[in-house]
């Protein structure tokens, strides 16, 4: 069965800092993967997606992430905090034969000033 | 920008009652979703549902819970008896044909 791992349930970081939000999947084939990001009070937005085209996905807010299939990887990267950034932050996957998300556990982001 | 809204925000219910949480899905989108996110857990897929049918189910959507789009624009999922177990953030979510899911912002649900 699939399934994602998000290692860190919070991470902290400083503004200005480079943010990284560690995701490994576990799929017989490369499966979807998502990053989604939850602001408190809020439903789950769509930050960035990889569908087997390029292997590093670009999203919103200035977030990008990379398909490793080597190291079954899809960590989420931002160069430089924004205070705005604190959020939840969750990863899923889905088979190809399915829209069905498969969650991580989520990582809460902490900006600093 | 269109937006997935729910109903209520928080609902408080007795073991053994009945609920109803209720979705508004993207007015042109075609598939929905019932998601379910217990106090510090992973979030859960329950059903799936296009064209007035259930696609996709999991292990916890047993005969406790039904989903209906009733009309044109809602989407509701049904508690019969409900559980303290089923307690829980109740997340709503709608796609179009391009796949991606929109969701809401949710409804808290606690049984007592």
């Known amino acids: 069965a699939q399934s994602v791992t998000q290692l860190g349930s919070h991470v902290s970081v400083s503004e200005g800092a480079l943010v990284l939000l560690r995701c490994n999947y576990s799929?017989?084939?490369?499966?979807?993967l998502f990053w989604y990001v939850q602001y408190p009070n809020q439903g789950l937005q769509l930050l960035l997606k990889y569908t087997s085209a390029a292997t590093l996905v670009k999203g919103i807010n200035g977030f990008e992430a990379e398909f490793k299939k080597s190291e079954t990887s899809f960590h989420l990267t931002k160069p430089s905090a924004h205070m705005s950034d604190a959020a939840e932050y969750f990863c899923?996957?889905?088979?190809?034969?399915?829209?069905?998300?498969?969650f991580g556990t989520g990582t809460r982001l902490q900006v600093f000033p | 920008e269109p937006e997935v809204t729910q109903t209520p925000s928080h609902q408080v219910t007795q073991m053994g009652q009945e609920v109803i949480l209720r979705c508004v899905p993207i007015s042109n989108h075609l598939y929905f979703y019932w998601y379910r996110q217990i106090l510090g857990q992973k979030v859960e897929f329950l059903v799936s549902?296009?064209?007035?049918?259930?696609?996709?189910k999991s292990e916890i959507f047993d005969d406790q819970f039904s989903v209906e789009r009733p009309d044109g624009s809602n989407f509701t999922l049904k508690i019969r008896s409900t559980k303290l177990e089923d307690s829980a953030m109740y997340f709503c979510?709608?796609?179009?044909?391009?796949?991606?899911?929109?969701f809401g912002p949710g409804t808290r649900l606690t049984v007592t």
């Open positions: 979510a709608s796609s179009g044909t391009g796949g991606d899911q929109y």
């Open positions: 549902f296009y064209n007035n049918e259930i696609s996709e």
């Open positions: 899923a996957v889905s088979e190809r034969n399915t829209d069905k998300l498969i």
């Open positions: 799929s017989s084939v490369p499966p979807y």
